[in-house]
C-alpha cells in the first residue's frame, strides 16, 4: 500500500505531553461534498428500489513504519454495522433498498463493476474534486459506468445501483508512540485517515447521477452509532422518490 494522499489527510493532529502522561487528541474534520444530478426518482414500481452493492469497506492498522496491515475483523464489523444502518436510513425515506447478499460474490458481472466503480469513483475524487481537472470535462459532473451495468437491473429488479468505497487507517501503539517522539521534537506525524464516496448509478443508462464523498471524522464503522453518523453523513441530501 503507498503513501495516502495529503487530501485525504485530516489536518488537525494535536499532540500534548503533561509529565508521564500523553493525551493524544485528533480534532475531527468531518465533512462532506456531494453532487446531485437528478430532482427524484424514477421508478419502475410503487418506489425506486436501489441496489445496494457489497460496500467496499476496509479497515487498516498504520504501523510505525508506514506500512497497512489489513484487520479482517474491523473490516467486517464495518461492513456489516454499514449495511445495517443503510437499512435504517432507507426505511426512513421513500425508497426501497435491496441489500447485495455474501451469496453473489462469485457473480463476475458483480465484480466486474464494483471494480470499474472503484476505478470511476477514485476518478471522480481526483480529476472533479481535486486539481488535475480532465479537460474533456470542461468542469462538468459527466461520468458512467457504461449502459451495460443494465445486466444488473434485469438480474436484481432495482433501479439504481448504490456503490460504497470507504478506507479507514488507525494508527498501532508504535505509531501514536513515534507521532508523540515527533512532536516533543516539533514535527507532525499523522495517525489516523479516514475517506469514502459512495456513487448513486441509474442502471438504465449507467449514468452517476449522485455522489458524495467524506473525509476525516465521520464517524466509526466498527460500532452501530458510528456507522449510523457515517451513513447519514454518506448518504446526505440522496434523491428520493
Partial sequence: M????????????????????VVLVIAGCAASTNVVQVDRLERTG?????????????????????????????TEAGRLNFI????????????DL?????????????????????AVGNTILTNYFGVAKLPSKAGGFDW????????????????????????????SGGRIAMSVLAAVAGASMATQAEFGFASLV???????VWFNKVTAGAGELKDATGAAAVVNTLFQDLPSG
Fill in 84 to 95: 445495517e444502518a443503510s437499512k435504517n436510513f432507507a426505511a426512513r425515506h421513500d425508497t
Fill in 144 to 171: 458512467s459506468l457504461g449502459p451495460g451495468v443494465s445486466e444488473i437491473a434485469e438480474r436484481y429488479s432495482a433501479d439504481y445501483a448504490m456503490f460504497v468505497f470507504y478506507r479507514d487507517y488507525q494508527s
Fill in 46 to 74: 410503487e418506489r425506486p428500489r436501489i441496489l445496494l452493492m457489497t460496500p467496499d469497506v476496509k479497515y487498516y492498522l498504520w504501523t510505525a513504519s508506514g506500512m497497512t496491515e489489513l484487520q479482517a475483523e474491523w
Fill in 98 to 118: 435491496v441489500i447485495m447478499g455474501k451469496s453473489v460474490g462469485n457473480d463476475e458481472l458483480v465484480r466486474r463493476y464494483e471494480n470499474l466503480h472503484a
Fill in 202 to 208: 441509474d442502471l438504465k443508462s449507467g449514468d452517476v
Fill in 2 to 21: 503507498g503513501p495516502i494522499p495529503n487530501y485525504f489527510r485530516c489536518p488537525a493532529v494535536l499532540f500534548r505531553a503533561l509529565l508521564a502522561t
